[in-house]
């Protein structure tokens, strides 16, 4: 929790990012990921001054754990004084205790966002999915719970003002939004309308421009006309010398060939970024494995 110091900002934890997209999907399968189309709506985790602090943290935690259907879960939460903005002990359940940083005593509507990343830690601890190291596995967390309808409350999270700043989470306020805006693309739902944080609608707004450059990468036929002239002429070195060494080393896509077969070429799925290798032919539409997302491809 960053209280008062600096935020980090930018996209220093993007590779890692993507890599727990591809494996919630490896875990849960298209049809798993499909079941949250539904975020969690504002509604449903409102918290005013007025609320029983105990009770509502209560009704929060339940509605969380109903999001993630664990419905032989329960929360216990308290609150005390600590450096983190919040800690789950993981047990093997059913009863999971969750503290909370004193700070949410009079930081009420920032209880929901402070649960939704330790009720995900619960969710990831039952599905057995994990990363190593504290830090992968805190940014798998923070995606997880962007990217299946609960993580757009860490983001806003997420105010500055001239004397004093907070965020939630590990991931930096555009890569809160690069995976909102993932999920955006997928389920066509618009998650800027829930923000009362004007710093994360902009931090939105930003990871909505970096996940549809996503879809602009060649071979993909939306890529524009710089990525395409750079992509022919990479192919062309490729098809002349060997695909074992890119001229380009920051393309996202590779070539390949193995003895007679013709050269492929390899690139991230725009959705979940697992990698897809399809021939060096021309007009080619090819189809995601884990995620079925279609793909118009000029190779």
Not at 57 to 78: C, F, K, S, T
Not at 151 to 161: C, K, P, S, T, V
Not at 251 to 258: D, L, W
Not at 287 to 299: A, F, N
Request: aromatic share 10%; with cysteine; net charge positive.
């Amino acid at each position: 929790m960053a209280d008062d110091g600096p935020v980090e900002r930018g996209y220093p934890h993007l590779e890692t990012v993507r890599a727990a997209i591809t494996a919630l999907y490896r875990r849960l399968s298209y049809v798993g990921v499909r079941t949250f189309a539904a975020g969690v709506a504002p509604v449903d985790v409102a918290f005013c001054d007025a609320d029983d602090l105990h009770l509502g943290a209560q009704r929060v935690a339940r509605e969380l754990v109903r999001h993630y259907g664990l419905p032989d879960a329960r929360l216990i939460v308290g609150f005390r004084e600590m450096r983190h903005a919040a800690n789950v002990e993981l047990t093997a359940g059913p009863e999971y205790f969750v503290e909370l940083n004193d700070r949410f005593r009079t930081h009420r509507r920032d209880i929901g966002a402070a649960l939704a990343h330790e009720v995900t830690h619960v969710y990831l601890h039952r599905l057995d999915l994990s990363f190593p190291g504290t830090r992968d596995n805190e940014i798998l967390t923070d995606t997880t719970a962007a990217y299946l309808g609960a993580g757009w409350l860490l983001l806003d999270a997420f105010r500055q003002d001239g004397v004093s700043s907070q965020k939630l989470g590990y991931l930096t306020p555009e890569e809160f939004g690069y995976v909102l805006a993932k999920r955006a693309l997928v389920f066509d739902e618009d998650p800027s309308v829930w923000f009362t944080s004007p710093q994360g609608y902009e931090a939105y707004a930003a990871g909505m421009d970096r996940a549809r450059r996503d879809a602009r990468q060649p071979p993909l036929t939306a890529a524009g006309w710089a990525g395409r002239r750079r992509y022919a002429r990479d192919r062309r070195h490729a098809q002349e010398h060997g695909p074992d060494r890119s001229p380009t080393p920051a393309a996202p896509y590779s070539f390949t060939a193995a003895g007679p077969e013709p050269l492929r070429v390899s690139f991230p799925c725009p959705t979940c970024h697992q990698r897809i290798r399809v021939p060096v032919r021309g007009r080619v539409r090819a189809r995601c494995g884990l995620c079925r997302t279609v793909l118009e491809c000029d190779t």
